[in-house]
């Protein structure tokens, strides 16, 4: 499993739950315990070893912070923590270089939800997934990507994203949006809709889930995947789709549409 932020990737290793990074470490990202102490930048070219993650069963990779889910529906994250979403309850952490943000450069424990059975990071918000189907979300309060509220600061207490249809079971994001997938199959999304990458039809910010069009219905989504300005899926006829940005950012598209393979 490989995991991608902005400008640095991790890796969780299956036979041993360990989980490995590389990139930009600037922030933390790398788990090792570095970060930027001085003008130079610190770039790891090999992966490193995150510093006691072990038994990992899933990793996230939000824009610059990382967090690793173990079996026993805890929690370790680790990188920038500005907007307190490292879910250690605070937006405190060891300044960088020149103050450039607060960062725990080391695993820490995520002590505002239990239970988790998936997380999905963003732009400086994390979402976890718990194993009763609610979804839960901290961080950054812009852009409406708590699922709840928007606002210029940051919420550090985890709350339950509202309205959702009972029993989620499937948690993605990009960089500032989320969608979840229900029993019953349909979908639920929100946060930034620029280039209507919550499927809607139109283009905003949603602050509260929102059912997509009627067309991801017909479509039998299966697996979702997102993407900057992006949605994609795997439907349940093993076909291929994707709505929002079109591939040259001069537009987006309302509807999914299937991408023909050979």
């Known amino acids: 499993e490989i995991a991608a932020g902005y400008s640095s990737f991790c890796a969780r290793r299956t036979d041993d739950g360990t989980v490995w990074c590389w990139g930009d470490c600037n922030y933390g990202q790398c788990g090792d315990g570095s970060y930027k102490v001085s003008r130079n930048d610190v770039r790891k070219s090999r992966p490193v070893q995150v510093t006691g993650i072990t038994g990992a069963v899933s990793v996230a990779h939000g824009s610059n912070h990382v967090c ?10 680790w990188g920038l923590n500005n907007f307190a979403q490292l879910g250690v309850g ?3 952490g060891t300044r960088i270089y020149n103050g450039g943000g607060a960062v725990h450069a080391q695993p820490q424990t995520v002590t505002v939800v239990d239970s988790i059975v998936e997380l999905a990071l963003g732009n400086g918000v994390s979402c976890a997934r718990r194993d009763d189907g609610t979804v839960w979300c901290w961080g950054s309060g812009s852009l409406g990507m708590l ?66 069009s009627a067309r991801f219905t017909e479509l039998l989504i299966g697996r979702l995947g997102q993407t900057s300005g992006r949605g994609y899926a795997l439907t349940r006829t093993g076909r291929f789709v994707r709505w929002g940005s079109d591939w040259y950012g001069r537009g987006y598209v309302a509807d999914p549409i299937i991408i023909p393979f050979p």
Do not use: K, M
Request: glycine content about 12%; charged content about 10%; hydrophobic content about 35%.
């Open 147 to 212: 699922g709840s509220e928007i606002n210029g600061s940051y919420r550090a207490a985890a709350a339950q994203v509202p309205d959702l249809p009972a029993n989620a079971t499937q948690l993605v994001s990009n960089h500032t949006s989320f969608c979840t997938q229900h029993a019953d199959w349909s979908l639920r999304c929100w946060g930034n809709n620029s280039h209507n990458q919550l499927g809607t039809g139109g283009v905003g910010v949603q602050i509260g889930p929102v059912q997509p």
């Open 90 to 92: 605070n937006a405190e």
């Open 68 to 77: 690793a889910l173990l079996a026993d529906g805890t929690a370790r994250c």
